[in-house]
């Protein structure tokens, strides 16, 4: 998480080139993801995206946004198998229905 105001400012301009308004609100000490996201509730109306700055996504987001449309859900989690899931943390899910619940997250060792 980047603290610099600064910094943020610089990140805050362009947007709007792509059809696209953005608002960058501090998080004056870190207190997780959840509340993040509630400072920004009331900044927010109808969907929105978290995309953390350490995310990586193979191709285009936009097909996840029609994923979390059509599912109408209340969030849409990204994950990658990879070959060590305790360097990065583990989902648990509710089994093999879809679509899939992460009913737990194991945080990495």
Same mark, same amino acid.
């Not at 936009?62 to 990658?80: E, P």
């Given at each position: 998480?980047?603290?610099? $105001? %600064?910094?943020?400012?610089? *990140? =805050?301009? %362009? +947007? =709007?080139?792509? %059809?696209?308004?953005?608002?960058? *609100?501090? #998080?004056?000490?870190?207190?997780? !993801?959840?509340?993040?996201? =509630?400072? /920004?509730?009331?900044? &927010? =109306?109808?969907?929105?995206?978290?995309?953390? %700055?350490?995310?990586?996504? #193979?191709?285009? &987001?936009?097909?996840?946004?029609?994923?979390? /449309?059509?599912?109408? /859900?209340?969030? *849409?989690? @990204? *994950? $990658?198998? &990879?070959?060590?899931?305790?360097?990065?943390? &583990?989902?648990?899910?509710?089994?093999?229905?879809?679509?899939? +619940?992460? !009913?737990?997250? @194991? #945080?990495?060792?």
């Amino acid at each position: 998480m980047c603290t610099s $105001k %600064g910094f943020i400012h610089l *990140l =805050s301009g %362009g +947007w =709007s080139r792509f %059809g696209l308004s953005v608002r960058y *609100l501090l #998080q004056e000490r870190p207190l997780g !993801i959840a509340h993040a996201v =509630s400072l /920004a509730e009331r900044h &927010v =109306s109808g969907l929105f995206l978290v995309y953390l %700055g350490d995310n990586l996504l #193979q191709g285009d &987001v936009a097909q996840y946004l029609r994923r979390f /449309a059509d599912f109408r /859900a209340d969030a *849409l989690v @990204l *994950l $990658k198998e &990879v070959d060590d899931p305790t360097r990065f943390g &583990v989902a648990v899910f509710n089994g093999d229905a879809e679509p899939s +619940w992460v !009913i737990h997250l @194991l #945080q990495q060792n």
